[in-house]
Nanobody
């Protein structure tokens, strides 16, 4: 069993930055990858970025060059540094963890709003 808690969302102006955090607890040893997804009203959930235990990363084209995913394995925490934010980045951001032999775990979500 894995539990995830996101934090760091908020309201920022276009061009601003935010750093999201996701703390994992429970069966942490079973997690082989974590990631960030987002969902805007009326839109499908979409992948933002993923990272493996070994540090391999993957990004959606829409955020490549602006967002950076990182992790601190000792703290069981994954981060999403978001720079040069755009209004279209506005969404609820969800942390995801992929445990071995279990369904993916999801956090409760944190709201990111980019508006002038």
């Amino acid at each position: 069993q894995v539990q995830l808690v996101e934090s760091g969302g908020g309201l920022v102006q276009p061009g601003g930055s935010l750093r999201l955090s996701c703390a994992a607890s429970g069966s942490i040893f079973s997690i082989y990858a974590m990631g960030w997804y987002r969902q805007a009203p009326g839109k499908q959930r979409e992948l933002v970025a993923t990272i493996t235990r070994g540090g391999s990363t993957n990004y959606a084209d829409s955020v490549k060059g602006r967002f950076t995913i990182s992790r601190d394995n000792a703290k069981n925490t994954v981060y999403l540094q978001m720079n040069s934010l755009k209004p279209e980045d506005t969404a609820v951001y969800y942390c995801n963890a992929r445990p071995v032999g279990l369904p993916p775990a999801w956090g409760q979500g944190t709201q990111v709003t980019v508006s002038s």
